[in-house]
């Protein structure tokens, strides 16, 4: 079955500096997606990215990146020069199966102090 | 456009008492889903349904039954209440998937304590 692991359950970081988030996924799929929501204090879902398993390019939007490793079954997200209002529970999430519901990671909550 | 809405946003159950859950979306999204989400361990999919008129289950749906009459409306019923059934309900929808799954937004939560 699909899996999603994050092992970071809580990061505390100091703002201005960078911040690393594992995912690290399991699929029987040979095609796949994989995507990554943020939920901030307010408790809604916010979807931040999705990507296709074809492109192992980096992806980069602002101060995120995210880098998808299919040897390592890894798609890390890096936030840059991290802000207070970054603080928020990420969660990495791929489809069960094609294109049916997601499975999510448990999450990893990122606190920012300023 | 309001995307996805959840009612109520807050409920408090005594157990045995039922309850429904209604999530509407303003989007025309086939797909509609119900996620629980309780601390530590992230969102469960409850059951989700891919058109209307049509449900299946997800990996925590006993307890939980579903219906899918309008294709804008996906409600969420509890039966008898558990103390369990204590956590945060999400709805979510999402376009059709042909090719490659969509992102899937999701309607602010509902908090239920059962006591």
């Known amino acids: 079955a699909q899996k999603v692991t994050q092992a970071q359950t809580e990061i505390s970081v100091v703002e201005k500096e960078d911040v690393t988030l594992d995912c690290v996924y399991e699929t029987r799929d040979t095609t796949y997606y994989l995507f990554w929501y943020k939920q901030p204090p307010s408790g809604e879902l916010v979807f931040l990215i999705r990507r296709n398993s074809f492109d192992e390019q980096n992806e980069i939007s602002g101060r995120y990146s995210w880098n998808f490793q299919k040897s390592t079954s890894s798609f890390n997200f890096t936030i840059t020069a991290s802000q207070v209002v970054d603080s928020a529970v990420y969660f990495c999430a791929l489809p069960n199966s094609g294109n049916t519901p997601l499975v999510f990671g448990k999450g990893t909550r990122l606190s920012v102090i300023a | 456009n309001a995307g996805v809405t959840q009612t109520p946003k807050f409920r408090v159950l005594k157990t045995g008492q039922s309850m429904t859950l209604l999530c509407a979306q303003d989007m025309n999204h086939e797909y509609m889903y119900w996620y629980r989400q309780d601390p530590g361990m992230g969102l469960r999919l409850i059951h989700y349904?891919?058109?209307?008129?049509?449900?299946a289950k997800g990996e925590v749906p006993d307890g939980y039954n579903v219906s899918r009459l309008k294709k804008q409306n996906f409600l969420l019923g509890l039966e008898s209440a558990a103390p369990s059934q204590t956590s945060v309900y999400f709805c979510?929808?999402?376009?059709?998937?042909?090719?490659?799954?969509?992102?899937?937004?999701f309607g602010p939560g509902t908090r239920l304590t059962v006591t």
């Open positions: 349904s891919v058109g209307e008129g049509t449900t």
């Open positions: 979510a929808s999402s376009t059709r998937a042909y090719l490659a799954p969509y992102e899937q937004y």
